[in-house]
DNA sequence: TAGATTGTTAATCGATTAACAATC
DNA sequence: TAGATTGTTAATCGATTAACAATC
């Protein structure tokens, strides 16, 4: 029911909802036993999750996809959130484009760069604007989010730019941390930590493919 | 010293590591304390998980920073792996040019794609094939590494070829879970995740500003 | 020596998993 | 009714934090 949601759930949810919605499997329920084996997940864990947002599962049947559906869009996508981009190389670009995220609510509505070849251009019909227009656009936008795809060396100064114009998020794509004053949200994704993961589990495998085939494998899934 | 890295201080080496390279600071030795601060994590964190890899501090003035520097990346970039592109696209490009990956011994050697208007191009150095090649170079190169940026239609399919053509781990961007069997490592990239978990923060600063100022709002980092 | 810092052991916290009762 | 599935409560596991002894 209406339980506080962890974090560790709440990064579930969106992916249970991409599921239910790529699965092209006609059936009108779901249970979390299909969902649990399609991701790799444990059932009971697959169970708590859709339990702490909806209580619309039915014993025996499972749930009702399309309420579930809608369940989890309206507790995902219950904000509206517009952003704005800074730095818009390959990886800005991608982002722009991307269409996924405003099935959250969030949508990018601008870039900003410093090349004079790319202002006034689009991205997937988002205009590309001068660098030096970032702050007044941001205040009278009013956009509280974000997002920084620079090289490192610039991100901690425009981070600090975005926030004085008013920005109070920021998704930081640069590989180095970004500090924020306490009242200031950041996520700062990070490559090499789930490299160094995906690399980690490869050795893991190769040891246990050479050695005797006597060990099971516990595999990380993420 | 030796112990067993769990997953969690693996994903922050990196970041520490990345922290000791940037930091323009001239000193010899830096503390836990510093990183931490620098970092924003726990300093009790720092110094447990630089315990886990090496035995370097010294009571009193912190570590060698060099040495510190040394071992990290001993740790992280001990197994060279050279690693193959499926999908082209802004993302991979991005990916493609991406110089930090060398630091952890890992390379991007090739891409692929379908389309003919990229196919013999280069992207930092690196040729793009055709997708018909795909299995053929992958062998012949002994990749074990795939990853993919492609459209989520394609990502399933392109991971059973990359997995019969002899790769062990796959880093995938599509934004769709990808099943692999038990001998083979994949990590699932999620972009809605980390979203969901900056929006819900910015959420919860939100009302902390508009509430009264009594509550100290905890910030989940990351 | 005194003080700052490391590194370890114990306690807490959070998340996952297991066991089981409820229900259609 | 019987069986499959949900949802909850308790147990386990893993990671973080706190307390403290060791050391330069």
Chains 1, 2 share one sequence.
Not at 108 to 121: H, N, S, T, Y
Request: net charge positive.
């Amino acid at each position: 029911m209406t339980t506080v949601i962890s974090k560790a759930t709440l990064q579930r949810l969106p992916i249970y909802l991409n599921c239910l919605k790529t699965a092209d499997d006609a059936s009108e329920y779901v249970s979390a036993t299909t969902l649990a084996n399609r991701l790799g997940f444990g059932e009971v864990q697959v169970r708590k999750d859709l339990a702490s947002i909806c209580d619309a599962g039915k014993p025996k049947v499972g749930y009702l996809k399309k309420e579930l559906v809608a369940v989890l869009e309206n507790y995902l996508g219950a904000d509206m959130n517009d952003a704005v981009l800074v730095g818009v190389g390959h990886l800005g670009k991608a982002l722009m484009a991307y269409k996924g995220f405003e099935e959250y609510g969030f949508k990018i509505v601008a870039g900003f760069d410093v090349d004079p070849a790319l202002i006034g251009r689009k991205v997937a019909g988002k205009e590309i604007f001068s660098a030096d227009r970032m702050e007044t656009l941001i205040r009278r936008l009013h956009i509280r989010i974000g997002i920084i795809t620079l090289p490192k060396e610039y991100a901690q100064e425009t981070a600090d730019k975005l926030i004085q114009a008013g920005v109070r998020a920021i998704w930081n794509f640069s590989p180095t941390y970004i500090m924020v004053p306490d009242n200031v949200a950041v996520k700062n994704e990070n490559m090499a930590s789930s490299l160094a993961v995906l690399v980690r589990q490869l050795k893991e495998l190769s040891a246990a493919e050479k050695g005797s085939a006597a060990h099971k494998n516990e595999k990380e899934r993420g």
